[in-house]
T-cell receptor, first 117, second 114 residues
């Protein structure tokens, strides 16, 4: 069965420093997609970054980058130069392979990040 | 372009009451999803739809029904609410099922069942 695991319930980081949020996944599909979403205290879900299983390079979006290690089945989110506004819950999610063709997402439990001034 | 909207934003029900949550999207997306989010857990898929007139069960479908009569709307119904259905409900949509296509989420509905 497909599964996403986020082992860090809570993280602290000093403002302007970099932080890595861990995500491991389990799937038997060869084709899949990995997503990170941010959920601030206001509750909305904000898409941050996407990595396809066949993408050879790690995805980057501004201060966000995804450290994709396919053999280890990990897709860690790296936030550089943390800002106070980065304080939020972060979810890693996986979309099942094309065989399912439904686009369903499986979410991890989330990591709460607090940025200290 | 409002994206994904959800109605209502908050609701309190008594056990046994029924209600319908409405999700609407104006992006002409084929795929729509209903998730619930409980404290300490990620989002879990309740039901989903791959196109107008279609629905399918997700991970936690018991106690819920859905309908997708129009492409832009996806309704989630609770026929007889239970306290275990107290949760935050999110609707999402996407244009396709694969590739670099994220799901766009609505703002959520906070439901409390007493």
């Amino acid at each position: 069965a497909q599964k996403i695991t986020q082992t860090q319930p809570g993280m602290f980081v000093q403002e302007k420093e970099a932080v890595t949020l861990d995500c491991t996944y389990d799937t038997s599909d060869q084709s899949y997609g990995l997503f990170w979403y941010k959920q601030p205290s206001s509750g909305e879900m904000i898409f941050l970054i996407y990595q396809g299983s066949y993408d050879e390079q790690n995805a980057t979006e501004g201060r966000y980058s995804l450290n994709f290690q396919k053999a280890r089945k990990s897709a860690n989110l790296v936030i550089s130069a943390s800002q106070l506004g980065d304080s939020a819950m972060y979810f890693c999610a996986m979309r099942e392979g094309i065989s399912g063709n439904t686009g369903k997402l499986i979410f991890g439990q989330g990591t709460t990040l607090q940025v200290k001034p | 372009n409002a994206g994904v909207t959800q109605t209502p934003k908050f609701r309190v029900l008594k056990t046994g009451q029924s209600m319908t949550l409405l999700c609407a999207q104006d992006m002409n997306h084929e795929y729509m999803y209903w998730y619930r989010q409980d404290p300490g857990m990620g989002l879990r898929l309740i039901h989903y739809s791959v196109g107008e007139g279609t629905t399918a069960k997700g991970e936690v479908p018991d106690g819920y029904n859905v309908s997708r009569l129009k492409k832009q709307n996806f309704l989630l119904g609770l026929e007889s609410a239970a306290p275990s259905q107290t949760s935050v409900y999110f609707c999402a949509s996407s244009i396709t099922s694969g590739g670099y296509n994220e799901q766009f989420f609505g703002p959520g509905t906070r439901l409390t069942v007493l």
